[in-house]
């Protein structure tokens, strides 16, 4: 079905899941912004079948620890939050996790298999776009002046039965690791963009691996010179492939696609089978393969 560009956001569903979103924004009127952000996602992670295991505001690195349940119903899947700042520096960050258990005595960057990868904030206005199915949960945020940052945490879809990859988790955020970086960085940028060491994937072996991304990781496709663009402003959303080369094709992610930035813009909404999706850029940029689509699920 043709899709194109316009600006009511609606309500659908997929796959017989109820898959909701939230779009809104935070800011410093009670705490500072990626405080409250932290608490938005608990607050919306826990009202559509997220399981809170921690939620700790005592610490100034305030911490969230949630477990899914996936579309089965009966998988245990752990990821997490926390919050990072540095008042003198002026950055205030959050952390977006992945886990391959819970430990209740363990700190949040010490839990079974951690992998961490921080999310330039704010201490002010944040807005936001947050998405979640019983899988994995996928934020967008405006900051600053403003740039566009993302993560994402939980299961993709692995080509692969549950017995050959069990738990397929990804932890992807803007930077590797959680260095003292402002969102008025230059360098960092969205993890599905190629190979980038700020998107990292379990594999059986227990080791965290640094895939490639289809279409990024194609010249011909997602290239300098070449670009996908529209057709009469129907926009084709290329699903985003992780893959090593030389060792196979693993899957893809749920609910994140590449979208051509060719006559397009950030916060623009594709509509494609009754099903929304956000344009996000990556950080400032704005070349035709500095975008991708984000599912708001519903």
């Known amino acids: 079905m043709p899709n194109c560009l316009r600006t009511p956001r609606q309500c659908g569903r997929y796959w017989g899941f109820d898959m909701p979103h939230d ?48 579309y089965t119903g009966e998988e245990e899947i752990f990821v997490g939050f926390r919050t990072y700042q540095d008042a003198s520096a002026d950055y205030y960050n959050l952390v977006a996790a992945a886990f391959t258990g819970y430990v209740p005595g363990n700190t949040f960057d010490a839990q079974p298999g951690a992998m961490l990868s921080g999310v330039p ?28 940052e993302c993560c994402y945490v939980g299961k993709f879809l ?12 990804i932890a992807a955020g803007m930077l590797n690791g959680i260095p003292a970086t402002r969102f008025s960085d230059t360098a960092h940028s969205a993890p599905f963009k190629g190979a980038r060491a700020n998107m990292r994937m379990r ?3 227990g080791a965290w691996l640094q895939p490639s991304c289809w279409p990024w990781g194609n010249d011909h496709v997602a290239g300098a010179n070449s670009q996908m663009r529209d057709t009469a402003g129907n926009y084709s959303l290329q699903p985003v492939i992780l893959y090593l080369s030389g060792v196979g094709i693993f899957g893809e992610l ?22 929304d999706w956000l344009v996000v850029q990556d950080v400032s940029r704005t070349g035709f393969n500095d975008y991708f689509a984000l599912r708001l699920d519903s």
């Open 158 to 169: 692995p080509y692969a039965r549950p017995s050959q990859y069990p738990y397929p988790v």
């Open 23 to 70: 779009i809104g924004f935070v800011d410093n009127s009670s705490m500072l912004a990626h405080y409250a952000m932290l608490e938005t996602i608990r607050d919306f992670a826990a009202a559509n079948g997220w399981t809170v295991l921690r939620y700790n505001t005592a610490p100034a690195n305030r911490e969230l620890i949630l477990k899914g349940v996936g």
């Open 203 to 205: 594999f059986n072996s």
């Open 121 to 148: 904030a704010h201490n002010n206005r944040i807005d936001y776009w947050l998405t979640l199915n019983p899988q994995r949960i996928a934020i967008a945020m405006k900051v600053g002046t403003p740039v566009y």
């Open 254 to 275: 749920d609910g994140v696609r590449h979208v051509s930035g060719f006559n397009n813009a950030v916060e623009n909404t594709l509509t494609v089978e009754g099903v």
